[in-house]
């Protein structure tokens, strides 16, 4: 078995691009541009870094913005950011073919984003979110295909 890249702290990183849809590459290849490691920014640049990638239809790239705020901001906001970051997940299932767990994908986000207070922080626009996932998840349930257009939810308000 290979060895996988570690950092300075020994934390294994993989290092093997990935093309657009986060599925690793063979070593060597021309892979879309890899979300830093250690990605710090502030609450609406993570939004803004997301919904940026989502727009360009990379999730996957988008789920990783929003895992990193997760796991940089503050506790309180845990089921906001991991709930976000489920249902960019849940776009990359989709996009990949995989509709069951699409539908578990975002149904887990639909559930981390109903815990979050009213209104949500960051302009985030939880409610809209929930339906939308809802929605995505019902037609994941009955076809193959969803438009890629549709697979662009605004994360926040206005």
């Known amino acids: 078995m290979?060895?996988?890249t570690r950092d300075d702290d020994g934390?294994?990183?993989?290092?093997?691009?990935?093309?657009?849809?986060?599925?690793?590459?063979?070593?060597g290849s021309e892979g879309v541009p890899r979300i830093p490691d250690e990605l710090r920014l502030t609450a609406p640049g993570y939004l803004a870094y997301a919904q940026?990638?989502?727009d360009k239809g990379l999730a996957f790239n988008a789920h990783e913005v929003l895992e990193a705020a997760w796991k940089e901001r503050p506790q309180d906001e845990r089921s906001?950011?991991?709930?976000?970051?489920?249902?960019?997940?849940?776009?990359?299932?989709?996009?990949?073919?995989?509709?069951?767990?699409a539908a578990a994908l975002l149904h887990r986000g639909c559930a981390g984003l109903a815990e979050v207070a009213r209104p949500a922080p960051h302009s985030v626009d939880a409610d809209g979110l929930i339906a939308w996932?809802?929605?995505?998840?019902?037609?994941?349930?009955?076809?193959?295909?969803?438009?890629?257009?549709r697979l662009r939810p605004r994360l926040t308000r206005g």
Not at 81 to 95: F, M, Y
Not at 137 to 149: D, F, K, R, S
């Open 2 to 4: 290979a060895e996988r």
């Open 52 to 54: 940026d990638l989502l």
């Open 133 to 149: 996932a809802t929605d995505m998840a019902g037609e994941a349930a009955v076809t193959t295909e969803i438009a890629p257009e």
């Open 11 to 27: 934390r294994p990183r993989n290092s093997r691009p990935r093309d657009a849809l986060g599925r690793p590459l063979p070593p």
């Open 80 to 101: 906001l950011w991991q709930g976000l970051a489920q249902l960019a997940v849940g776009v990359t299932h989709i996009q990949r073919g995989n509709m069951p767990g």
